[in-house]
């Protein structure tokens, strides 16, 4: 007796389920459609929707100082105050300043970072294919309308930092580590925000390019801070580090999105900033054990004590091995587990913060394991919580909660077992 065929929309069915969870040829169609998608989605944001001035009045009338030969940074002001951001910040708006009439022509700047954001979702969409994600997850990518805000709307410098961060990504899954490095640096060099994934970089480094590599990488990035701050640092040394890297900034309770639940007497509290930064250690140390330094397949203390002294902790076939399982996919899970345990106890979050945040999420919750529909149910509550103005005590609590619901799904997420160095390059010797 033949067997029944399967019904036209079974095989519908079948066809969409295999291109979703790229099984079928046509999958790989998916990023390049929703990339041509998403650029008609920008033309229209331009076209219908009126550009918001926040920081760009500023941002200008402080290049305008700078370009006038006012190299003192504390003297250095616009409207909303004075200027708190590294030296590439001011290189990157100079040229905005040049290219935009001194910032009047807002339609040319909301043209350029339209091409942007582009940029931006193309490195993100290749990183994504690179770590093997599935084509269902890449229409999160271009669903944020909070997103779209930020970088078409607002103009903010936050976009630039994110363009450089998903560069670095990009070149470090390729091995790229020189060009990573300057790449990261650079996007560090806009605004320190990216700081919160420095730790992950540095042990991405040590396991991909070696002791002595990953050495040479960061005196790079930190060369690299030091010749574009060279100006600044000559006229008032300290006033650009107070200002450029300031840690120590005042923050206002009225344009928090995370913490507005916890209220205003203790959101200004000391012991509720010490209590974030020690919770931040602490989850971040957990990391660095459990997880990131998996791929070493030694302990803490055996790679910290050659450190210490400056010796490597790999023999040359271990240095090896080990840089070989610095996968893509290790790598955007790294460095983006960092960049969210940092926004999870950051002292405040304000609106342009989502640049760093709304291409994580997908990522970690598809990592994690957990159930399609689960994903775009999280991923739904964090952008309606990040598109409430001003937020709320609810929708802070939501923002916190989506953030500590992917950090720990992460940190429960089952790694597979990697076996010691020493006993790998034994096998591989006796092979």
Not at 90 to 103: I, Q, R
Not at 150 to 170: E, G, H, K, P, Y
Not at 214 to 234: T, Y
Request: glycine share 4%; hydrophobic share 50%.
């Amino acid at each position: 007796m033949a067997s029944k065929e399967p019904s036209l929309a079974s095989q519908a069915v079948t066809l969409v389920l295999d291109i979703a969870n790229g099984r079928s040829t046509l999958s790989k169609l998916i990023p390049p459609c929703l990339l041509l998608l998403d650029a008609v989605l920008c033309a229209l944001v331009i076209w219908k929707i009126p550009y918001t001035e926040i920081d760009w009045k500023a941002y200008m009338e402080q290049v305008a100082q700078y370009v006038a030969g006012e190299y003192d940074y504390p003297s250095i002001k616009g409207n909303t105050g004075p200027l708190v951001y590294p030296a590439a910040h001011v290189y990157t708006y100079t040229a905005l300043y040049h290219l935009t009439d001194k910032g009047k022509d807002i339609l040319l700047a909301q043209e350029i970072f339209s091409v942007l954001y582009m940029a931006t979702l193309a490195l993100v969409m290749a990183c994504y294919w690179k770590a093997k994600v599935p084509p269902y997850v890449f229409p999160l990518l271009i669903l944020s309308k909070r997103l779209h805000s930020v970088f078409i709307l607002r103009c903010f410098n936050d976009c630039f930092a994110t363009f450089f961060l998903w560069l670095a990504i990009f070149l470090f899954q390729r091995r790229q580590w020189t060009a990573a490095s300057i790449a990261y640096s650079w996007g560090l060099g806009i605004k320190m925000s990216l700081l919160l994934v420095l730790p992950a970089v540095g042990i991405v480094l040590l396991l991909g390019r070696g002791f002595s590599g990953s050495l040479k990488c960061a005196m790079i990035m930190v060369q690299l801070q030091i010749v574009i701050a060279a100006p600044f640092l000559q006229e008032n040394a300290k006033g650009y580090a107070s200002k450029a890297f300031e840690l120590t900034r005042q923050f206002f309770f009225k344009w928090t999105v995370n913490w507005r639940f916890v209220g205003e007497d203790i959101f200004l509290s000391r012991p509720f900033s010490l209590a974030l930064l020690a919770m931040h250690a602490l989850v971040l140390t957990g990391f660095i054990v459990n997880k990131w330094l998996k791929p070493a397949g030694k302990p803490l203390s055996a790679i910290l004590a050659p450190i210490l002294q400056f010796n490597s902790p790999f023999s040359l076939p271990e240095e090896h091995l080990v840089s070989s399982r610095v996968t893509p996919e290790y790598v955007m899970t790294t460095i983006l587990s960092a960049n969210v345990i940092g926004l999870l106890f950051a002292r405040t979050l304000h609106y342009q913060f989502y640049s760093y945040l709304a291409w994580s999420t997908p990522y970690l919750l598809w990592r994690s394991g957990v159930h399609p529909v689960i994903q775009y149910g999280l991923w739904a509550l964090q952008e309606w919580a990040w598109n409430v103005f001003p937020s709320t005590p609810i929708s802070s609590g939501v923002v916190v909660g989506v953030l500590a619901t992917t950090v720990a799904l992460i940190a429960f997420q089952k790694d597979k077992s990697i076996a010691p160095v020493s006993d790998s390059v034994r096998e591989r010797k006796k092979v």
